[in-house]
């Protein structure tokens, strides 16, 4: 058996790390028997059993099927939603189950979807009914949610295209390439879902913290690949990690909204470092940027975060309103070295101009020369855009040089992102200014503010 239908060492890891995620309270009683053996599944089918079956269902199942039977008959909690997949017995055409309501379902849908596409393929909905209509069912019991393998969409090593549907998702079926990706998938979203304790969690804590490490160095694509992969497995960590990159990269103004749309399982972040020195202010300056239909997380904060999250807030809404508020981007030689940046560029006409130019009123004044007459120099501020782009690239090696006065303020902290709270440097820090910020090597841990 190939390692990618190693099903046994799989298996026997979900299902410790299932019950290790098991909550007393909130979930059904485990099987005495899954107690008893750590394992959700059940004996292994015989080679005649998984013979018998083919020989019921008039084709040769797929080999990661197989090798999954041989394994395990049948098997509990296939995921968060899929309560019992079928053992060699009860493998059966979906069209031949109870369960064909899905394909009448579609079926219906499909007659308002008929019309062919210009290149006179089959609508979309045509072919996912015809889907369903000649899928094997997986699953015995689920909520509201089914598993299915289409025996007409057949690659080289013979596995069949695997389906996950759910009535309540609002997609259609999704495809994955065999039962063995479709088994992952379900592993990793009951991951995401529950985040038990175990060897995955482990693994991906400690390959968040390489990847933070590795970011802190100057490396870009690695960490972010990292911090992808985590997100996918519920680590929250990895989704902290990963906005500040993002922002410095561009959208700093998304990345903060998602970030901290509130949930009652983020109350440890509201209450780090990290959120008091660099969230919350770029959290005020989104909310005083945000259009009528954006994201908008502060709100909800205030109605719902926990109350010393409140007061923290409060207060520092009440500071920026004082007069001579100022921000603060680090430690003393850090933030000392930004507002020397700052403050000449927002002292300058440029800076002091609306960014969008008002449109022109009045009467169009037109000035002639003489050919070869004398013409005056061209006013720097009649086009205050382009005025304050050349004043950032001037600006930008001094901003530049002072990261190496950059510290972060704790362990889950990789970028000087609160410098998005300024409004003069977050016209600085391009997108490409920011991709250089993230290839310098920056700061060990330190808290001085």
């Known amino acids: 058996m190939g390692e990618r239908t190693a099903w046994r060492p799989f298996l026997e890891q979900w299902s410790a790390e299932w019950i290790a995620g098991h909550d007393q309270e909130k979930d059904a009683p485990l099987a005495r028997e899954v107690v008893r053996d750590a394992w959700l599944g059940f004996g292994p089918a015989s080679e005649a059993e998984v013979v018998a079956a083919e020989a019921r269902l008039g084709r040769r199942l797929p080999p990661s099927l197989r090798e999954f039977l041989l394994v395990t008959n049948g098997w509990r909690d296939a995921g968060n939603f899929i309560y019992r997949l079928a053992g060699t017995t009860e493998l059966e055409w979906l069209?031949?189950?109870?369960?064909?309501?899905?394909?009448?379902?579609?079926?219906?849908?499909?007659?308002?979807?008929?019309?062919?596409?210009?290149?006179?393929?089959?609508?979309?909905?045509?072919?996912?009914?015809?889907?369903?209509?000649?899928?094997?069912?997986?699953?015995?019991?689920?909520?509201?949610?089914?598993?299915?393998?289409?025996?007409?969409?057949?690659?080289?090593?013979?596995?069949?295209?695997?389906?996950?549907?759910?009535?309540?998702?609002g997609e259609g079926p999704r495809r994955y390439d065999s039962f063995h990706d479709l088994m992952r998938r379900q592993w990793v979203s009951f991951h995401?879902?529950?985040?038990?304790?175990?060897?995955?969690?482990?693994?991906?804590?400690?390959?968040?913290?390489?990847?933070?490490c590795e970011a802190l160095s100057g490396a870009v694509e690695g960490p972010l690949s990292v911090f992808a992969q985590a997100h996918?497995?519920?680590?929250?960590?990895?989704?902290?990690?990963?906005?500040?990159?993002?922002?410095?990269?561009?959208?700093?103004?998304?990345?903060?909204?998602?970030?901290?749309?509130?949930?009652?399982?983020?109350?440890?972040?509201?209450?780090?470092?990290?959120?008091?020195?660099?969230?919350?202010?770029?959290?005020?300056?989104?909310?005083?940027?945000?259009?009528?239909?954006?994201?908008?997380p502060l709100p909800r904060l205030k109605e719902?975060?926990?109350?010393?999250?409140?007061?923290?807030?409060a207060d520092y809404e009440a500071r920026t309103a004082?007069?001579?508020?100022?921000?603060?981007?680090?430690?003393?030689?850090?933030?000392?070295?930004?507002?020397?940046?700052?403050?000449?560029l927002a002292a300058h006409p440029a800076f002091q101009a609306s960014a969008e130019s008002p449109l022109p009123t009045?009467?169009?004044?037109?000035?002639?020369?003489?050919?070869?007459?004398?013409?005056?120099?061209?006013?720097?501020?009649?086009?205050?855009?382009?005025?304050?782009?050349?004043?950032c690239a001037e600006a930008w090696p001094e901003?530049?040089?002072?990261?190496?006065?950059?510290?972060?303020?704790?362990?889950?902290?990789?970028?000087?992102?609160?410098?998005?709270?300024?409004?003069?440097?977050?016209?600085?820090?391009?997108?490409?200014?920011?991709?250089?910020?993230l290839t310098t090597p920056r700061g060990t841990v330190t808290d001085t503010r």
């Not at 991906?204 to 390489?210: F, G, K, L």
């Not at 959120?275 to 919350?280: M, T, Y």
């Not at 921000?327 to 403050?343: I, K, Q, R, W």
Request: aromatic letters at 8%; hydrophobic letters at 45%.
């Open 95 to 169: 069209r031949d189950t109870d369960d064909r309501t899905w394909i009448e379902v579609w079926e219906d849908l499909a007659e308002v979807d008929v019309e062919d596409g210009e290149d006179g393929e089959e609508a979309f909905g045509v072919q996912e009914a015809k889907v369903l209509a000649r899928s094997l069912r997986l699953s015995l019991e689920g909520d509201a949610a089914v598993m299915l393998l289409d025996p007409d969409d057949v690659d080289e090593d013979g596995e069949w295209a695997a389906y996950w549907l759910a009535s309540w998702s």
């Open 192 to 212: 995401a879902l529950r985040r038990p304790p175990g060897a995955t969690r482990d693994h991906w804590d400690a390959e968040v913290e390489r990847a933070r």
């Open 362 to 391: 009045g009467p169009i004044v037109v000035t002639l020369y003489a050919v070869d007459g004398p013409r005056p120099e061209p006013d720097p501020l009649s086009d205050p855009a382009k005025a304050r782009a050349a004043l």
């Open 322 to 344: 004082e007069p001579g508020f100022r921000l603060s981007f680090g430690g003393p030689e850090f933030d000392a070295a930004v507002h020397a940046v700052t403050d000449r």
């Open 399 to 437: 901003l530049r040089a002072a990261l190496r006065l950059w510290h972060p303020v704790g362990e889950d902290h990789i970028a000087p992102i609160s410098l998005f709270a300024d409004p003069v440097l977050a016209q600085l820090i391009t997108s490409d200014r920011g991709r250089e910020i």
């Open 304 to 313: 719902y975060a926990p109350p010393s999250v409140r007061a923290l807030v």
């Open 232 to 296: 996918e497995y519920g680590r929250d960590r990895a989704d902290v990690l990963s906005m500040q990159m993002k922002a410095m990269l561009g959208d700093w103004r998304g990345q903060i909204a998602n970030l901290m749309w509130y949930r009652p399982g983020n109350d440890d972040l509201l209450l780090s470092p990290l959120f008091a020195a660099e969230l919350l202010p770029l959290l005020v300056r989104q909310d005083q940027l945000a259009h009528p239909h954006d994201l908008r």
